[in-house]
């Protein structure tokens, strides 16, 4: 019960976060309808492995936040500056996005492995994201600051990672016209998400000053 709890919160956790179509699972799937799925899974393994430094490194982060509540209501203040700005900027600003059609060139199974870590570390939302849930769910006792605690969560979360890419590699030619719909409305989806999130955040540091 021990390894099950934090299992499944990482393996959620990661499922949630990385559904959402994105450069690195839509790279993963068009990798395999150009190459095979061989390279897709190599191009899979190298972003899995920055995955786990990122959510690892998030953690770490987030524990030393957690012992500072000064340091906690402050990012919350950022964030919520940084959520109102992204809210108006994708539903007043951007435009819809186009969809491009990307070639890509039969490449070998270790710079599909590199290209899949390149990619990985250029996408910087795990560290905050990891982060902002792991504060979470301490705040609610769900979450433990421990070594076997934290080793266990990233496990899931690595785990979840795999699987939404794999889905994504296995399934894409049958999601594919969701995903077009997902594109054309996903300035709506995200600037929606972001108001959500900006006026959760708004109330807890309102509840923080006022408590």
Not at 47 to 70: E, G, H, K, N, T
Not at 112 to 133: D, K, Q, T
Request: hydrophobic share 55%; net charge positive.
């Amino acid at each position: 019960m021990t390894f099950i709890i934090p299992l499944l919160l990482g393996f959620i956790t990661a499922f949630i976060g990385i559904i959402p179509p994105g450069l690195i699972n839509m790279t993963a799937a068009k990798v395999n309808l150009k190459e095979g799925k061989k390279n897709a899974l190599w191009f899979v393994a190298g972003a899995v492995l920055i995955i786990f430094c990122q959510v690892y490194l998030a953690i770490l982060s987030a524990r030393i936040i957690d012992q500072r509540p000064d340091v906690v209501i402050l990012l919350r203040e950022i964030g919520f500056g940084i959520f109102a700005v992204l809210t108006i900027y994708f539903l007043w600003i951007a435009k819809e996005p186009k969809k491009k059609k990307n070639k890509i060139k039969n490449q070998s199974k270790k710079s599909r492995f590199f290209l899949g870590m390149l990619l990985s570390a250029l996408n910087f939302f795990p560290i905050p994201y990891y982060v902002f849930v792991s504060v979470t769910l301490a705040s609610y006792k769900l979450f433990l600051f421990e070594n076997h605690f934290i080793s266990v969560f990233v496990t899931g979360a690595v785990l979840g990672s795999f699987t939404v890419f794999y889905c994504y590699i296995a399934f894409f030619q049958k999601i594919e016209q969701k995903t077009d719909y997902i594109l054309k409305n996903m300035n709506i989806i995200i600037g929606s998400i972001t108001g959500v999130i900006s006026i959760i955040t708004l109330f807890n540091i309102i509840r923080y000053y006022f408590a």
